[in-house]
């Protein structure tokens, strides 16, 4: 968002980043961290989604902040839509009986968190395949 308008022009920038667009147009959105050119934590894009903005609150109001997603609709989108886009939707994706069962437990709600500390969240629990791979201050 720093550079878009610079490189794309005022008038094509504002079709940059158009999530909600997307959605409404497809009724689904598949998201992840696109690094190295963004910061591999998926809380810094699950914030940015739902906020339109950096982890300095820029900019005030939100990027374009028409195209954000509802929280429901980012974790979807970097969950069982993801999923869905790489033809995983049978096996990932989402915790079903069969499935792999591969998720975080946080600190604190992803849904109910304040806007401004979502990308913050501290990780208690991961689990990959049903099993628990990592535990908080242990």
């Known amino acids: 968002m720093y550079?878009?308008?610079?490189?794309?022009?005022?008038?094509?920038?504002?079709?940059?980043?158009?999530?909600?667009k997307?959605?409404?147009a497809t009724g689904v959105i598949a998201a992840g961290s696109d690094f190295p050119v963004e910061h591999i934590n998926p809380l810094f894009g699950f914030h940015a989604a739902?906020?339109?903005?950096?982890?300095k609150s820029f900019p005030e109001g939100g990027f374009q902040k028409e195209d954000a997603l509802t929280r429901e609709e980012a974790l979807r989108a970097m969950t069982i839509?993801?999923?869905?886009?790489?033809?995983?939707?049978?096996?990932?994706?989402s915790l079903e009986k069969g499935k792999m069962a591969d998720f975080v437990i946080f600190d604190e709600d992803l849904m109910t968190a304040d806007e401004s500390e979502l990308y913050?969240?501290?990780?208690?629990?991961?689990y990959v395949g049903g099993v628990k791979v990592y535990q908080r201050g242990k």
């Open 81 to 93: 839509w993801a999923a869905y886009a790489g033809f995983n939707e049978n096996e990932t994706g």
């Open 3 to 20: 550079w878009a308008a610079d490189r794309l022009g005022a008038e094509r920038v504002k079709y940059a980043y158009a999530y909600q």
């Open 50 to 55: 739902v906020t339109r903005k950096d982890q």
């Open 22 to 24: 997307l959605y409404k």
């Open 120 to 126: 913050q969240l501290k990780v208690n629990a991961t």
